[in-house]
């Protein structure tokens, strides 16, 4: 076999005839999406049971890109819209991904309040601290002295701590990595398919394009060496403790790993405590299909 | 195909228009909704968290309408028949979500229990003032169908409808009620499941080699399939092509967004439902609908009883508009009056499809109450002279 015959082996589960993608030279999305097929491989996980949800942004296109049924939403509301699939067919193996101005700021409230019921989701936020895709704006997650378009002299308002927010509103499996980490990145993702509830993995992912350059903190290599220099890997180490700076140290593990009964055990067992023998088990009878 | 029984609570019923609402979606074959709490229309999905767990589905109150209005189209395209209820600040809240259930063409029902706005408004009393909101509130071009049931019944039996339509078209569905017919109890008959004529979902026969998500043959509306079916097909907000991959181009722009207009107004003969009476000699013909239809009833007996020539046309379809019915009476009538909940919204697409044949008059109201038979009364005399 000549090299150029090779297949390489994460192509069956990506659109090929969409490529080239649209993300830039340095960019860390492409990495995790990587990660993300090769956890698929690992785990051997039945492909048409599962479907793939993402918002608006950058990260947001990974559902185009994935050769999956796979759902482009509105900004912010890709939880949603994944809650309600799964609702519906609870069969199915439900992923979100999408970004961290996406999930956590006009997605915000939809993020709390499914980590709240423990919704059988699998988030993957893709946090490359700003608003990528509309030139590099500022995010909840944009760390203090940030320079981004639209904070010119620096940011000065706190950022969100992803894995903190969301331990604090329920969620069975958090974990941080960055686009250096990828085997236990992909193992990450491979545990949280295991879980059942609401699970969420941050990936701390350059852009260099509109992050890195405007703060003269180099390009994607930069950033990998920062990556590997300052990451500190730490699991179970307290999420309060584990707050982003701009040059600091990266915490990055596994943060929780805890069990707590999901929101569709949760209702059934309501259901049937209440209603007995005339509850009608929805994942029985849902599709409508003729 | 005829509804699944098991939604159907057959019998005489004596219930108010929000819980009628409620029966006609699970008689339809709904078993999903996501909704958040909110006066006039609360009693809706009340009433479908008590029942659909009855019956084979789920109810889930969501955080806000931004995300009632998006998870319901997550349980669509999980297999589900969904809907969301709502009125005018949550509506106001939905539209983004209209949009995308227009563009990926997203069978599903909007109920929208009108009150008095804007804003906050009046939240207990009755409006129609988000009518051209439901048409026009989201951004871009596209198209939507809207009923307006003026009684508990039709509550029932155009949600069913609402349903239906949706189905059949593949597009948004916006069930136009009001505070009043939404509060209001009287008889519903609700009939044997085997007299339910309901609409299943267009799903695709096609192998997963074969299909494309939004390739159309004569009537322009594209077969679906659900996720977990193998098909692994990409559904986006953003333009697109028949594979439904995103094609921002102009070409691909004009191809779609011409689709799915027409495949609403070319089928609007179909989709108009209208109630007439007395317009064969009428001089005035009234124009109403929901619950002021109702009141104009009144107007209209009292018009009679003076010696008047007076004609009742009620729209029950209120988009894609009747332009064409309303075109041709136009040629005959003197006048068209035109009550409403609002300060003038459907009246000006019933002067428009006059287009000067004959006078149009309003009979405007703010809301918070319905009309008096005399102010309709009133203009009707007016109209005639």
Redesign the interface.
Known sequence: MSLIDIENPVEPFL?TD?MPHIWCPGCGIGTTVNCFARALIDSKID???L?L?SGIGCTGRV??YV????????H??AI??????????P??NVVVYSGDGDLSAIGG??LI?AARRNIDLKVICVNNLIYAMTGGQTAPTTPGHAVTSTSPYGMFEPAFNLPHLVEAAGAVYVARWTTFHVRQLARSIREAFQKKGFSFIEVISPCPTLYQRRNRLGDGLDTMKYYKEKSRVKHGAPTSEAGLTMTGEIIVGKFVDRDRPDYQSL?RGQ?VES?GE?????S??????? | MQADPHGVLTGTHFIDGDHACCEGALAAGARFAAGYPITPSTEVVERFAARVPTVGGSFIQMEDELAASITLQGAVWGGAKAFTVTSGPGFSLMMEHIGYAAMTETPCVFVDVQRGGPSTGLPTLPAQADMMQARWGSHGDYEIIALCPNSPQECFDLTIKAFNFAEEFRVPVMFMMDEVVGHMTEKVMIPPADEIEVVPRRHTRKSADTYEPYATNGDGVPEMAHAGEGYKFHVTGLTHDERGYPNMTPQTQDKLIRRLQSKIRDASDRITLLEEEGLNNADVIVVSYGITSRVAQRAIELARQQGFKVGKLRLITCWPFPEKRIRELASRAKAFVVPELNLGQMVREVERAVGGEAKTFAVPHAGGSVHRPEDILKVIVEASR
Not at chain 1, 67 to 74: G, W, Y
Not at chain 1, 278 to 282: G, I, T
Request: charged share 20%; net charge positive.
């Open positions: 659109r969409r492909l048409q049971s479907a949800v559902a185009g050769k999956l049924d796979s759902f482009h939403t509105t912010g509301r949603p819209f994944a809650t309600g699939l799964k609702l519906a067919n069969k199915l409230n939809h309040h209702m259901m209603l005339e509850y009608v088990d929805p029985e009878t849902v599709c409508s299909c003729s």
